[in-house]
């Protein structure tokens, strides 16, 4: 199975949108290439987690091994990545990438590119791909494939007269897709003599198999009882499995350069795979690792809490079992006033984030409070040390910073001509920089540096509004700069809220402390006295609002045979306040907190 | 001791007013001479073991206790007098309905020995009367009071106020008319959806939309100043009489006096042989019926009273007062002190906001009062 010459092997990924059709297409070439039989088809083969196929998504890479006879007679095994589709794993993503030769760009024929594309295919580029562009959803009437070959021409500079005009989802055309693969993508080249180099592209865990490390082989060959050695970090291990997917896991004897496949080898946790790794033969050593190894670092990070405390060790544990499966976001213990004890946990971005926080509320069945989202920032010390901080609550005292710098990004939006000046208002309110404007037909395309703390703080949200949704977003990480940048304290009859406290820019400061202060006015009952909130900067308040004291709230109607029932009610409030937190003399129950936090997700 | 407040519960209704969370119940046919001889069986039960003590009020509360045979209300009384040392002035008070039928049995009850009557008029509006489900009108609710005015020393009667859709103007001018028609003793409910009411079922289906808050504070405002031009402020948070007309038998709950229970869910406190307890009578009246003529009482729950639940019981009961607690009463009937009973944080931020005051008493100030039950929930230890 696995004795196919180097020359008869295609390895690519697929570039698209959201929704242009990229998991149809990948259904319907496994469909058409044998892989599963028509009742093992279900819809979108490839992304098997529940979440993935929901929100049409992919998180982990994944592979599938195509076998087709092309036009000239030969038998080829064209090998499809399916790389994570989200800015969030850029990294993940290049490194799927790295595994391929050629990559196929599938535009919805009627929408045209989108910003996610553009990301993705600059990507590709980068690699050195050959690209193929596809046209997919020709079969709509609102297909104009002229009119989207020239914006691929004209905003990415590829050649589109070769585009491959398909519909995925009725079949149009798919052996088009297959025969260019052959014929246009270049085979892979690897030694087979050489050291053993093979690519670790990702990992995932199995119940019944423990670590799955899905590999792309360069150099070498991996074989059943090899030694394996991570170079990253030096972990050695036993291949146990050699295998390819058809997309089902299929063992073989090895698998030799130019191939992709997986490997078992009784590893128990993915935190010891790292993405991009090498893994090469401990026996026989390669001496250089491949190009492009990055250790994962969350660029994220928020607390989160359980909303019943009795949840906490609960959390814990289904932290621990997702940890298994992704590496990439980490989690610590710590403790808030206001909510009790919870988690710090870190991400390598927003979807990322939400993704954790609804595979724990959907498979583990937990209520979680999640604080304002922050990003990493580098304080520098008036001693000239520098410290990475991404909690509001550890930043020191003003007088020991020296300069603090903040994580910037390069987005790219792609939003319609009528939309295009309320979403560059937007994008100069959260302190953008515009780099470059340009229009694609009646698109304009504005790529901006921006502040990746404004981006975390409800951009998206607004992006959508302000573009009635028309407006697609991408990002990357585009270094650090420094920036005028306090902490703002919420504090309730003058004792601080922890779990409110944010980081932001000084010209933000004040709206946003007000925003707070007037959402919590609203969710805060009022109560026997008086309540003051106020946001503030070191000991400056920068906005307050006061809730009144309740005006009334007696017992109409309490004799003789009330006695017995209003004493209990009374021992039932005092019970209550347990779950209260006692500011001054009043007392603001978690729920309010809560809810105030809420608003924010 | 101080002397003791005895009530009698009648549970019986001709029907079940919508907002009404009473121990109430409406029968077909109603078996008098089995219910007036358990009534006064358990009477003689509970006398036997509470002993001769002084008797400082009677109070025939319902249910509907003008349904009851003058009679079972006159062997009743007689019983009392004859178990306890009455005072001269005891006060005897029973609750009535204003139809035209109760009226007229006022004077057979004021021959019976009652001295003291309650009316529930509710409102002297036909509209509303319907819609709290009453089977009096305005018209009769008047009569009534006259007729009853003729007939008993003391009088008392009952407005609900804070009524969906009620305004403040409407509200001063139907007090401002019942007042007019008060002896000397008023109580005015502020509207209370119950658990469990008819009017709750209509909340929950959309169909009763509760006074919102403004408005209901507004009512509050405005009863305060309309009764207080009248010389008829409140004693309790619900209660207006002149200067002495006070009911002596609820200022002995207030007080947190002895209290004994008799009828069908009827609770007491009382104290036997230096323990005070915390007594409850079977609900349902036939089931009571049955306990009391196998045993000679339907008490169900029986528990002595702990230090810290007297010290609440008598902080929520006597801060409803204007007068307050007085604290050395309040440790003789508790076993605590003031100052055990209460957070002193919470109580001088009480102080510091005006809605305590603490020297010779502990008082709620009016502003206090407003807010009783947060202000308990804050200060109560």
Not at chain 1, 226 to 254: I, N
Not at chain 1, 503 to 530: D, M, T, V, W, Y
Not at chain 2, 30 to 40: E, G, H, T, V
Not at chain 2, 84 to 91: G, H, L, N, Q, S
Request: hydrophobic content about 40%; some cysteine; glycine content about 8%.
């Amino acid at each position: 199975m696995t004795d196919t010459p180097i020359d008869r092997i295609r390895n690519f990924a697929i570039i698209a949108h959201i929704d242009h059709g990229k998991s149809t297409l990948a259904d319907r070439l496994i469909q058409v290439t044998g892989g599963l039989s028509e009742r093992e088809m279900t819809n979108q083969v490839l992304d098997s987690m529940e979440l993935e196929r929901e929100r049409g998504i992919t998180i982990k890479a994944q592979t599938v091994r195509l076998a087709w006879k092309a036009r000239d007679g030969k038998d080829y095994v064209l090998n499809l990545m399916d790389t994570p589709g989200h800015v969030d794993f850029a990294y993940e993503v290049s490194r799927s990438l790295a595994a391929c030769e050629g990559s196929l760009l599938v535009v919805d024929a009627s929408q045209g590119v989108e910003a996610q594309t553009l990301a993705n295919v600059y990507q590709a580029i980068e690699a050195n791909h050959e690209i193929v562009p596809v046209l997919n959803k020709i079969d709509l009437p609102a297909a104009e494939p002229a009119r989207v070959r020239q914006q691929i021409e004209d905003v990415i500079g590829l050649d589109a007269s070769d585009a491959v005009e398909i519909s995925a989802k009725t079949g149009i055309n798919i052996e088009g897709v297959l025969e260019a693969l052959v014929t246009r993508l270049p085979p892979p080249k690897g030694d087979a003599q050489a050291p053993l180099r093979a690519l670790l592209v990702d990992s995932w865990y199995d119940p019944y198999l423990g670590v799955v490390i899905l590999v792309r082989v360069k150099d070498g060959r991996l074989k059943r009882g090899m030694r394996l050695r991570m170079m990253s970090t030096g972990g050695v291990h036993m291949l146990e499995q050699v295998g390819v997917f058809t997309p089902k896991l299929v063992a073989v004897d090895d698998l030799g350069p130019g191939e992709m496949g997986y490997i078992t080898a009784a590893i128990k946790t993915v935190a010891d795979c790292s993405v991009g790794d090498t893994i090469t033969d401990d026996r026989r050593p390669a001496t250089e690792p491949l190009p492009g190894f990055k250790p994962s670092v969350p660029v994220v990070w928020c607390g989160l809490y359980p909303t019943d405390a009795d949840d906490f060790e609960k959390l814990r544990e289904s932290l621990g079992k997702l940890r298994l499966n992704d590496a990439s976001f980490h989690y610590e213990a710590e403790t808030s006033a206001a909510l009790g004890f919870g988690f710090r946990c870190g991400f390598l971005g927003l979807l990322h984030l939400e993704i954790i926080q609804e595979r724990l509320s959907r498979e583990f069945d937990l209520d979680l409070i999640a604080t304002a989202p922050s990003v990493v920032y580098r304080i520098h010390s008036t001693r000239g040390d520098v410290a990475e901080l991404h909690n509001p609550a550890d930043m020191p005292d003003p007088s020991q910073i020296d300069h603090i710098e903040e994580p910037w990004i390069r987005a790219t939006i792609l939003v319609p001509d009528e939309h295009l000046g309320a979403v560059l208002t937007l994008c100069n309110e959260r302190r953008g920089q515009q780099a470059d404007l340009t229009y694609v037909g009646n698109r304009a395309m504005a790529v901006y540096r921006l502040p990746l703390n404004e981006v975390v703080f409800d951009f998206y949200d607004r992006l959508k509004s302000v573009s009635r949704g028309y407006a697609s977003f991408d990002y990357q990480m585009d270094g650090y700069a420094e920036s005028d940048l306090v902490r703002i304290s919420i504090m309730v009859n003058g004792d601080p809220v922890d779990a409110l406290a944010f980081i932001a820019h000084r010209s933000q400061a004040e709206k946003r402390g007000r925003a707070i202060c007037e959402r919590l006015k609203e969710l805060i009952p009022k109560q026997l006295f008086k309540i003051a909130i106020q946001a503030a900067i070191g000991g400056r308040v920068i906005a307050r609002e006061t809730i009144g004291a309740l005006a009334k709230d007696v017992t109409a109607k309490c004799y003789g045979g009330d006695i017995t029932r209003k004493r209990k009610l009374l021992e039932k409030q005092k019970e209550g306040k347990k779950r209260m937190r006692q500011f001054g003399k009043v007392e603001i129950p978690q729920s309010a907190f809560l809810a105030a936090l809420k608003m924010d997700a | 001791m101080e002397p003791l407040a005895l009530y009698i519960h009648w549970p019986f209704c001709l029907a079940k007013c919508p907002y009404c969370d009473f121990n109430s119940h409406v029968r077909e046919r109603i078996d008098q001479a089995r219910f007036a001889a358990a009534l006064r069986a358990e009477l003689a039960w509970e006398a036997a073991r509470l002993g001769r003590r002084r008797l400082g009020s009677i109070f025939f509360g319902g249910g509907t206790p003008s349904l009851m045979a003058p009679d079972t209300v006159a062997a009743l009384i007689a019983d009392a007098r004859q178990h306890f040392d009455a005072a001269e002035d005891c006060e005897i008070t029973l609750e009535a309905n204003p139809t035209s039928v109760e009226a007229g049995r006022l004077r057979a009850f004021r021959a019976a020995g009652v001295n003291r009557v309650s009316l529930g008029v509710q409102s002297l509006d036909d509209t509303v009367l319907r819609f709290l489900g009453r089977r009096h009108d305005a018209g009769e609710a008047r009569a009534a009071l006259a007729l009853a005015r003729e007939i008993f020393p003391r009088l008392s009667f009952d407005l609900i106020t804070a009524r969906p859709g009620q305004t403040v103007a409407a509200w001063r001018a139907e007090l401002r008319e019942a007042l007019a028609l008060a002896n000397d003793h008023l109580s005015l409910y502020q509207l209370t959806i119950e658990p469990g009411t008819a009017f709750e079922a209509m909340r929950r289906r959309g169909e009763l939309t509760e006074l919102d808050e403004n408005t209901a504070v507004a009512i509050y405002d405005a009863t305060a100043e309309e009764t207080a031009r009248r010389s008829m402020a409140a004693y309790e948070i619900s209660n207006h009489a002149r200067p002495g007309a006070e009911s002596r038998h609820n200022l002995a709950y207030w007080r947190y006096e002895d209290y004994a229970g008799i009828g069908p869910g009827a609770h007491g406190r009382v104290s036997v042989g230096g323990t005070l307890l915390a007594t409850r009578r079977h609900r349902a009246p036939e089931p009571w019926a049955e306990l009391v003529e196998r045993q000679g009482h339907g008490t169900t729950d029986q528990n002595a009273v702990a230090p810290e639940e007297r010290a609440r019981e008598a902080l929520l009961m006597g801060l409803r007062l204007a007068e307050g607690i007085d604290p050395m009463r309040f440790a003789a009937r508790t076993g605590m002190t003031l100052a055990e009973a209460l957070d002193d944080t919470m109580l001088h931020a009480a102080i510091d906001e005006g809605y305590i005051q603490f020297d010779a008493t502990l008082r709620a100030t009016e502003e206090g009062r407003r807010r009783l039950d947060a202000l308990l929930g804050a200060i109560v230890r």
